[in-house]
Structures are given as C-alpha cells and as structure tokens.
C-alpha cells in the first residue's frame, strides 16, 4: 500500500487521557499536514511539518497539542489531556518536496477519537 | 470568517446528467485550487486541481473552470454515475501557505 497510513484508525480515550495519532507518508513525500474535522464542518488545518521541522503551526491549539515528524518514523499528533471537544476525524495528508505552494496533498484515511 | 464557501449543503442528480458542483472564495491571494471526493469514514480523494493561471482543467468526467474575476470555482461531473455520489469538497492554498483551505462540502446523491 503506497498511500498515506494513519493508526490508529479509531480511538477511544477518557477524559484527561492522553492521544497519540501516528502518519506515515506517501512513499517519497517529506511534507506531513493534520488537518481536523468536526461533524458536519470542513477540514481545518492544524500543522505542516517537514523532517524535524515545523513549518506551520498556526491552525494547532496553544494548549495540550504537539506534532513532530521525525528523522526516522511516522509523525506524531499527541494531545494530551483530552477533553470531550477533541472527537474528532483527525486527517494526515502528505506531498512531495516541490515548495511554491502548489503541491497536491494526498490524504490518509483519518483517525476518529471520541473522547468519553 | 470563511474564506472559501461552498453554498449548497446538497446536490441530487439523475443517473447521465451532469452535476455542478460550486465553490466561491474571498481571498484573492489563492493560486491553487482542489476538489476532494470523501466518503463516510474515509479520508479525502483527490479529484482533479487547477492552477490559477488556467481557466478550466479536464480529467475524464471531471472538468473544473475557474473564474478569477469572480472568485469562483465549479466542478462538472458528466455524466453522472450512482458511484458519484459523494461528499465533494473545494480546497485552495496560495501564496507562501502550504496548507489547504477546505470548504463545508457538498453531498452529492446520483439517483439511478
């Protein structure tokens, strides 16, 4: 399967637990984005991320929320803390290196928390 | 704020014809256009994109124009298939923003 890998593909944390959701890219892309959906709500961007970089994190919650895309290993969105308003569909997409913005993202097939 | 709208919530089309789907931006410094086709529990399927210095882009089915005087864009599906059927959503990005400004989404039914 050469496309984007997301585990766990459901989550079911209690209130104060921590969640870690794991991406793996499409073979040959370096650039990682999370995106989050809400019921009934568009994707909304969180972070892009390259190898060891954080390229943007503008779309990510100032508390309880990290991303890390390593050297070596998926990427990493762990939130800690959980409360009810994080179930969410949580969306990796990745792209190859071209830069200029006009990079098509290719999606993986989401994690669905549901904080209880 | 919403900056980029998608105005019907749903779509229903009759198996062979042609499905409109439209999408309307505000911010006049997107240059890359996306349209993603989402199934329940799934993650989003890219369709077909355009650049802005194009007007309209083909794949098969799928052709999307793009209006930048009106900040508008519009995804023809022809001719519709019940497999069609769908949630389609309208993604741009531009300037030095690497990330993907999604609309709400459009529930497209294809009646056989």
């Known amino acids: 399967n050469a496309g984007v890998m997301q585990n766990p593909r459901h989550l079911v944390r209690r209130r104060g637990q921590e969640a870690r959701l794991r991406c793996s890219p499409m073979?040959?892309?370096?650039?990682v984005y999370w995106y989050r959906q809400l019921p009934e709500e568009g994707l909304k961007f969180m972070v892009y991320?390259?190898?060891?970089?954080?390229?943007?994190e503008s779309g990510m919650p100032k508390e309880r929320f990290s991303a890390e895309f390593p050297k070596e290993g998926p990427s990493i969105l762990r939130i800690q803390q959980v409360v009810r308003g994080d179930s969410a569909a949580y969306f990796c997409?990745?792209?190859?290196?071209?830069?200029?913005?006009?990079?098509?993202?290719?999606f993986g097939p989401g994690t669905r928390l549901l904080v209880l | 704020d919403q900056q980029v709208k998608q105005n019907s919530p749903s779509l229903s089309v009759q198996e062979g014809r042609i499905s409109i789907l439209n999408c309307d931006y505000t911010?006049?410094?997107?240059?890359?256009f996306l349209w993603y086709k989402k199934y329940p529990a799934e993650g989003p399927t890219f369709l077909i994109s355009?650049?802005?210095?194009?007007d309209k882009n083909e794949d098969g089915r799928f052709t999307v124009f793009l209006n930048k005087s009106a900040k508008h864009l519009s995804l023809h599906i022809v001719p519709s298939q019940p497999g069609d059927s769908a949630v389609y959503f309208c993604?741009?990005?531009?300037?030095?923003?690497?990330?993907?400004?999604f609309g709400k989404g459009t529930k497209l039914s294809v009646k056989p």
């Open positions: 997409a990745s792209s190859l290196a071209t830069g200029g913005g006009q990079e098509t993202q290719y």
């Open positions: 073979k040959g892309h370096s650039h």
């Open positions: 991320l390259q190898k060891e970089n954080i390229i943007d």
């Open positions: 911010n006049s410094m997107f240059d890359y």
């Open positions: 355009i650049s802005s210095i194009k």
């Open positions: 993604a741009a990005s531009g300037g030095s923003q690497g990330n993907l400004i």
